[in-house]
Structures are given as C-alpha cells and as structure tokens.
C-alpha cells in the first residue's frame, strides 16, 4: 500500500481509514485520493460517507 503522504489531505476523509485501500496520488503541488473501488476513481473529498467503506484493519495485524 502507498503510504500516506505527510501532510494528509483531507485528514478526517474516511477514505484514509478504508480497506479499499486508496491510492495517494501526489503532483508537485497537491495530494490527491485514488480510490480503487469508485468508477471516477476520484470521490468528492472530504468524504463522510460511502456505501464502499469498509474499514481497514488495524496496523500491524497483516498477514505473517
Ligand atoms: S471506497 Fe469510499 S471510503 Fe473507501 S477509498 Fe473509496 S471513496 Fe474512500
């Protein structure tokens, strides 16, 4: 997974705690979220709500 970018756009987007998981796309000037799963691949941010979430699981509980 790309890891997120430093500073995160649209900090409190559900995107960031998805098990989509989104893409970070970032251009000289902006960060922008891919998400996987949208056939726009870019939702409107920040997104509050999403009949595609599903949250990602915790940190360090991956498989191995
Ligand atoms: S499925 Fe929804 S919440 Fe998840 S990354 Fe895509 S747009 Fe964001």
Redesign the pocket.
């Known amino acids: 997974m790309t890891p997120p970018p430093e500073p995160l756009p649209f900090p409190d987007?559900?995107?960031h705690r998805?098990a989509?998981?989104?893409k970070y796309v970032q251009t000289r000037t902006s960060t922008f979220?891919l998400?996987p799963?949208?056939p726009q691949k870019y939702?409107p941010q920040p997104?509050r709500a999403?009949h595609?979430?599903r949250p990602a699981p915790p940190p360090g509980s991956g498989p191995g």
Do not use: W
């Open positions: 987007s559900l995107c998805c989509a998981p989104p979220i998400c799963l949208l939702a997104v999403c595609l979430f």
